[in-house]
Structure formats: C-alpha cells, structure tokens
C-alpha cells in the first residue's frame, strides 16, 4: 500500500480508537461505521431508544469531515433529521423556491444547508419516512443523485446512517431496506460494563456543562482523504477470496437469509474495505467477518456467526448474539405486568399490546428455548388477561 493510503489508513485509526474510548461497547459498530465510510456504502444501526446512536454518528462525523467554512460552503459536513409521518420533504431537502418559479425559472428546492448538500448523514427513526421521502431517498442513497424540480443533480453523500428502534416487516420499505447493506444492533450495555459506562458518561455530561450542551471536535481526517481510502477499491486484489466469498453467500442464502444480488455485490466491496482498514490491498477470508452484520432479524447473526467461523481468526471469531438474556426478558416481562395494572385510554393500551407483541416475537424467536419457555408462557397469560378484561 502506498505511503499516501497507509497515512489516512492511520488517520481513520485515530478516529476508530478515540471512538472506542468515548463510548463503551460499541467497538464494532465504530469498526464497521469506519469501513461504511471506506466503501461508501449505508448503515442501518436497529436498538432501543437511549443507546448512544445519534451522538456516536454525530462524533464520528465531526471527526471524519472538515468544517463548514461559511454559509456559502456548497457541501455541508453532517445533516441529521428525526423523521415520523408527518416529516415533510422540505425538511430534508429544503424549501420550494417561490420567486425562480414566479419569475418563470421552474421549480426547484433551494438545497442549501439540507441533506442533498451533505456527506455525512443521520436519519433516525427511518422507517418512518412518507412516501414522498422515500421515493428521493432510494435514489439519493443508491445513486448520489437528487432530481430537484426537472433537474438531476449529484449529491455529495458519502455515508448516510439509518436508526431505528425496531425492525420493520412492511413490504413497502423492502426496497428501502436493501439499500443498507450492514445492518448492527446498538443495545443498552450489559451489567458487566455499567462502571465504565457511568464514568464515562458522566465525564461526557462534564464536557457538555463546560461547553454549552456541545461538544466540538477538530476533525482528524476528511472527506477528501476516505475518498481517497474509496478509490483505492478499485486496486484491491480480490482473487484470493472470490471463490470463498460466492461460497459463503450461496450458504448463507441457503439458510434463508436473503441477500439481493445488488447486496451481494456491495458486501464484496465492503469485504476490500475491511482490507483497506488493515493495511492491505488483497483481500483474504479474514476479511469475511463484515458479514456478520448482513442479517434481516437479530435471530439470523447466530446463524451467520457459525457460517462465517471456519474463515475468521480467534480475534475475529469471537461470537456475536443480538439476543438479549432470559433475565433481561423475564426483567421486561415484569414491567409489562406491572403497566397492565394500570392502563388508561385505548391509545395506552394499543402501546401495551404493540409493546407485548414485540416481545413474544423476540422470545418465539430466541435460540434458547428452554430458557425462554417460561418466560412466554406467563407472557402469552398477560395477553389473555388482559384481553379478557377488556
């Protein structure tokens, strides 16, 4: 590898590492938001409310883009929107230019500022967004592209990050959902990290107090330089790995785990970037280990883990579980139990039965039955209870 890769390489370094030690149990998502950037391609970040998300990008971000010079800069560094239902498209893409259409110029969006002229982008609660947005979205995340009125521009998009707090089964956001080919599960941390987690927390609470509710960070690398990092794709040697990787997708389809055929051409690019990140530009079946987060449900990154193992070094085959323990779901089960006895209006008790719902699936769907049998037992009589007083 060049000289002049390997110094961004150790740039993006700095960055993963600063991250790593910012937030707690989070290191793979910054390792794979890091190798998103390289391949430029999306990522969808699924998990519970409160989990760091939207301050994780925000940071990395701050770190991996230059700052905006002035508000005249035709490209802005980081752009993030909470969509729901009523998200309208002039939130995202900018307001309608009234006086070029009065004066017979046609219509367009006046961009500015909005998420056509960003590199960086977060979208949270994605699933949420209308018809109207998703339609300009699929084209923006898989083409660059934004038709503006009559006009097709490119946008400057390099990595757009999409949260949500729950999975969708809508067939409608199929298309949408594809175009993310990672997708990672961002979870309250577990008991054993809780020390760090409050020390580090508080230690960020500190900085915000100091700063004004803001924390500023001088940028590490940029745009300029992971767009360097991108094109070097075209130079990784993928000929190693490229009977292993169509084997690997044929088994993983094989186990009902879809996987388009545009998916599995961007996970192959994804696979060059985690080479990148090491310094190399020849990919090896070590690199194979990105594909553990290519699931469409959490009950699938078992099955992927176990696939993908024989490839994977001791430091890269450690077991990832999306699945949460049968304390914590049985902890979930009692505050359901506790809610029932005091539910108020339909709206409260549309919510509750929403919120027993997701979690008679996630147990349904738990490798370890045995554990959780009980646990859905006394849910599935909570349901029934509570219909009955109805």
Same mark, same amino acid.
């Given at each position: 590898?060049?000289?002049e890769?390997?110094?961004v390489? /150790?740039?993006?370094?700095?960055?993963?590492? &600063?991250?790593?030690?910012s937030?707690?149990?989070k290191?793979?998502?910054?390792?794979?938001?890091?190798?998103?950037?390289?391949?430029?391609?999306? #990522?969808?970040l699924a998990?519970?409310?409160g989990?760091?998300?939207?301050?994780? @990008?925000? %940071?990395?971000?701050?770190?991996?883009t230059?700052?905006?010079?002035?508000?005249e800069?035709?490209?802005?560094?980081?752009?993030?929107?909470?969509?729901? +239902?009523?998200t309208?498209?002039?939130?995202?893409?900018?307001?309608?230019?009234i006086k070029s259409?009065r004066d017979?110029?046609?219509?367009?969006?006046?961009?500015?500022g909005?998420?056509?002229?960003?590199?960086?982008?977060?979208?949270?609660?994605?699933f949420?967004?209308? /018809?109207? @947005?998703?339609?300009?979205l699929?084209?923006?995340?898989?083409?660059?592209?934004?038709?503006n009125?009559? %006009?097709l521009?490119?946008?400057? &998009?390099?990595?757009?990050?999409?949260?949500?707090?729950?999975?969708?089964?809508d067939?409608?956001?199929?298309?949408?959902?594809?175009?993310?080919?990672?997708?990672?599960?961002?979870?309250?941390i577990? =008991?054993?990290? *809780?020390?760090?987690? #409050?020390?580090r927390?508080?230690?960020?609470?500190?900085l915000?107090?100091?700063?004004?509710?803001?924390i500023? #960070?001088?940028?590490?690398?940029?745009s300029k330089?992971?767009?360097r990092?991108?094109?070097?794709?075209?130079?990784? =040697? *993928?000929?190693?790995?490229?009977?292993?990787? %169509?084997? !690997?997708?044929?088994q993983?389809?094989?186990?009902? @785990?879809? !996987?388009?055929? +545009?998916?599995?051409?961007?996970?192959?690019?994804?696979?060059?970037?985690?080479?990148?990140?090491q310094? +190399?530009?020849?990919?090896?079946?070590?690199?194979?280990? !990105?594909l +553990?987060?290519?699931?469409?449900?959490?009950?699938q990154?078992?099955?992927l883990?176990?696939?993908?193992?024989p490839?994977?070094? =001791?430091?890269?085959?450690?077991?990832?579980?999306?699945?949460?323990?049968?304390?914590v779901l049985?902890?979930? &089960? $009692?505050?359901?139990?506790?809610?029932?006895?005091?539910?108020?209006?339909? @709206?409260?008790?549309?919510?509750? &039965?929403?919120?027993?719902?997701?979690?008679? %699936?996630e147990l349904?769907?738990?490798?370890? !039955?045995?554990?959780?049998?009980?646990?859905?037992?006394? #849910?599935?009589?909570?349901?029934?209870? $509570?219909?009955?007083?109805?």
């Amino acid at each position: 590898m060049r000289q002049e890769l390997k110094n961004v390489v /150790s740039d993006l370094d700095d960055v993963v590492n &600063l991250l790593q030690n910012s937030f707690v149990a989070k290191d793979e998502i910054i390792e794979m938001l890091a190798i998103s950037a390289i391949a430029q391609e999306h #990522l969808l970040l699924a998990g519970p409310p409160g989990t760091g998300k939207s301050e994780l @990008i925000k %940071r990395f971000a701050q770190l991996c883009t230059a700052p905006e010079t002035s508000a005249e800069d035709i490209n802005k560094p980081y752009f993030e929107y909470l969509l729901t +239902r009523f998200t309208e498209p002039n939130e995202l893409f900018g307001p309608v230019d009234i006086k070029s259409f009065r004066d017979g110029a046609g219509y367009h969006r006046i961009c500015a500022g909005m998420l056509p002229r960003a590199e960086v982008v977060f979208l949270d609660e994605i699933f949420k967004a209308n /018809s109207a @947005i998703l339609n300009a979205l699929l084209t923006i995340l898989n083409e660059r592209t934004f038709y503006n009125g009559g %006009r097709l521009e490119p946008v400057p &998009l390099m990595l757009l990050v999409g949260a949500t707090n729950e999975m969708s089964e809508d067939p409608d956001l199929a298309a949408l959902y594809d175009r993310f080919p990672v997708r990672l599960w961002s979870d309250n941390i577990p =008991d054993s990290h *809780f020390d760090r987690l #409050l020390l580090r927390g508080w230690q960020q609470e500190c900085l915000k107090i100091r700063e004004g509710h803001q924390i500023n #960070l001088s940028n590490i690398t940029d745009s300029k330089s992971l767009n360097r990092l991108h094109q070097a794709l075209n130079e990784v =040697d *993928f000929n190693a790995v490229f009977n292993p990787y %169509r084997e !690997v997708i044929r088994q993983i389809r094989s186990e009902g @785990i879809i !996987v388009s055929d +545009r998916r599995a051409v961007k996970l192959l690019k994804l696979v060059g970037a985690a080479a990148i990140r090491q310094g +190399r530009l020849k990919a090896e079946c070590e690199d194979f280990w !990105v594909l +553990r987060h290519i699931w469409n449900n959490r009950a699938q990154a078992s099955v992927l883990n176990d696939l993908l193992q024989p490839y994977l070094s =001791d430091k890269r085959a450690a077991v990832v579980s999306l699945e949460r323990e049968s304390e914590v779901l049985a902890g979930e &089960l $009692t505050q359901l139990e506790n809610r029932a006895l005091n539910l108020q209006g339909d @709206i409260d008790l549309a919510d509750f &039965l929403h919120q027993c719902e997701r979690l008679r %699936r996630e147990l349904k769907g738990h490798s370890q !039955v045995e554990l959780t049998v009980a646990v859905l037992a006394k #849910l599935e009589k909570l349901i029934t209870e $509570t219909l009955e007083k109805l």
